[in-house]
């Protein structure tokens, strides 16, 4: 057997695995890489039309962003996610599998769990052919949102694991309270902030952070973000009840005419594209505060801004540093480890033998 780094490994984007047995081949993965003049995978045609299936881990641009794509170069196997993952998918793909509905082609297994990055984000520990591989997907142990299923006392010949924070030295509530440093300026001054966020993922954690510190604080948020909030308080799945409890106690309004004195915006719309958030960010943030949570790619509104010297950029915990990646050497029995997702840890080779 024998396993490709497609994409992800060396750098942050276009995260892809192939796997290839002697009966077998699937992706783990197939994510775009943004702002790249190639940004999909390094994958050949004869590789493509030899997949059966794609595994999601979750449904981000930089893991689902190549799908179309790989329909495009061939590709006629099943993706296979969780339903939550498949639904937020921007193009669904022509065969689709629920994970909760799969059962695994002959000779091999599939055990998986939640990672706590986001809705539908999955980790998948699968056995074939006498071999067994783990990949953490985007992991954190640390949400205030999203359940994470830990990864412990798992066996693997090769592990990919999450180390999109690389050298950072902060814990995950050392990095909480940088954020809410940050946030203190705008929110404990009263004043107002606006908080680019994804569609899926860290915008309700930071509201839980933010209702947790300053429980009189105003909210607001578009359309998706709302849905989203409603969506996560009947969910079962992803959150506990302690969590819904906490979000039960938030209340969001629709973005109101002009900026308040006071409050925090949300907007699904991480990377300011669209010109309409990107105005609306200027208008607050030069009332009060921008907080820029995710990296930042060229070209877009947030980089506009931030280069305008609007935006500050605070890391929060939704992935693991290389510290938490080695936690889960030691909590685990991997024989040979690739972190992926970080420019920090580029890869020599391309094919792994397993
Ligand atoms: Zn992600
Ligand atoms: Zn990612």
Known sequence: MRIKLAGGVGEHGRNCFLVQGERLSFLVDCGKMAGAEQPNPYLEPEEIRSLSHVFLTHSHADHTGALPWLEEQGFDGIVAATPETLSQLKQMPQRTISLNEFSPPDGMTLKWGRSGHCTGSVWYHFHLEGRSLLFSGDYTEHSLAYVADPIRDLHADLAVLDSAYGPETRSGPEMRQGFLSEAAKSCGQGKPLVLPVPKYGRGLELALLLHQTWPGLSFYGDAHFI????????????????????????????????????????????????????????????????ILTGSVEMGTGSFRLQRKGYGTFCRIPVHCTDQEMLALERQNIFRQVIPYHSAEHPQQAVWIGL
């Open 227 to 290: 849905r989203q909030l409603d969506w996560l308080r009947g969910d079962q799945a992803w959150t506990t009840a302690d969590i819904r409890d906490q979000l039960s106690d938030l209340t969001v309004e629709p973005i109101p005419e002009s900026v308040p004195e006071t409050g925090v915006l949300f907007l699904s719309d991480p990377q300011l594209r669209d010109p309409r958030d990107e105005g609306l960010a200027r208008r607050w943030a030069q009332f009060g505060g921008l």
